[in-house]
């Protein structure tokens, strides 16, 4: 079982930063992929970035990839969306994830970890809102 808690949102003018951190519990935090998704009001969630445990390879959709940075921490059992640039459409609930199994997607790992439908635990998710 494991426990995720999001901290670090808030709101933030268009062009500024925030840095989001996921708190896990567990011991086997290390062996997960951490995966971050979004969810503006009316639409669906959507994928931000992921990053596994081996050797902590990370994947981002163009819309965020030069602008958020996913970390983590392994001795502190957290992760960390660094977002930089922000824009008024990065207004959302930001979410992490975790999963457990990423190793048995081989080479397709980067698809596979980029739909909700692959992780089993979630946060509860921290408000981001950029002005304009």
């Known amino acids: 079982q494991v426990q995720l808690v999001e901290s670090g949102g808030g709101l933030v003018q268009a062009g500024g930063s925030l840095r989001l951190s996921c708190a896990a519990s567990?011991?086997?935090?290390?062996?997960?992929?951490m995966g971050w998704f979004r969810q503006a009001p009316g639409k669906e969630r959507e994928f931000v970035g992921v990053?596994?445990?081996?050797?902590?390879?990370?994947y981002y959709p163009d819309s965020v990839k030069g602008r958020f940075t996913i970390s983590r921490d392994s001795d502190k059992n957290t992760v960390f969306l660094q977002m930089n640039s922000l824009k008024p459409e990065d207004t959302a609930v930001y979410y992490c994830?975790?999963?457990?199994?990423?190793?048995?997607?081989?080479?397709?790992?980067?698809?596979?970890?980029?739909?909700?439908?692959?992780?089993?635990?979630w946060g509860r998710g921290t408000q981001v809102t950029v002005s304009s």
């Open positions: 990053v596994i445990s081996s050797g902590g390879g990370t």
């Open positions: 994830a975790a999963n457990q199994n990423y190793a048995t997607y081989g080479r397709a790992w980067q698809l596979a970890l980029s739909l909700p439908a692959a992780y089993g635990y």
């Open positions: 567990g011991r086997t935090f290390s062996s997960y992929a």
